[in-house]
């Protein structure tokens, strides 16, 4: 079993950047690759970003994501993380950690984080 906690979320003005973190606990962190996804109010979920147990490989949703957002993970910490910047009203949602143990499949899941974009 692994165990996601989210924390970092927050009010944040259109323009700004947030940090998002997650704590994994339970099987060996490396070993698993690690995602972000979010919903918005009314939406479905949607994938943002992932990222390989060693950090060889990372995608996002889209180029506009990829140029604002950044997922980056410490396997020594047991943490993985999502820097945004340039924050768009868009961007308003629940944002949730994931692990899977194969890239691409995500298994498990955090309670989610709220982010909330004021324009």
């Known amino acids: 079993q692994v165990q996601l906690v989210e924390s970092g979320g927050g009010l944040v003005q259109a323009g700004g950047s947030l940090r998002l973190s997650c704590a994994a606990s339970?099987?060996?962190?490396?070993?698993?690759?690690m995602a972000w996804f979010r919903q918005a109010p009314g939406k479905e979920r949607e994938f943002v970003a992932h990222?390989?147990?060693?950090?060889?490989?990372?995608?996002y949703a889209d180029s506009v994501i990829q140029d604002r957002f950044t997922i980056s993970r410490d396997n020594a910490k047991k943490m993985v993380y999502l820097q945004m910047n340039s924050l768009k009203s868009e961007d308003t949602a629940v944002y949730y950690c994931?692990?899977?143990?194969?890239?691409?499949?995500?298994?498990?899941w955090g309670q989610g984080t709220q982010v909330t974009v004021s324009s």
């Open positions: 990222i390989s147990g060693r950090s060889e490989s990372t995608a």
């Open positions: 994931s692990a899977g143990v194969t890239y691409g499949n995500y298994i498990y």
């Open positions: 339970g099987r060996t962190f490396s070993s698993l690759a």
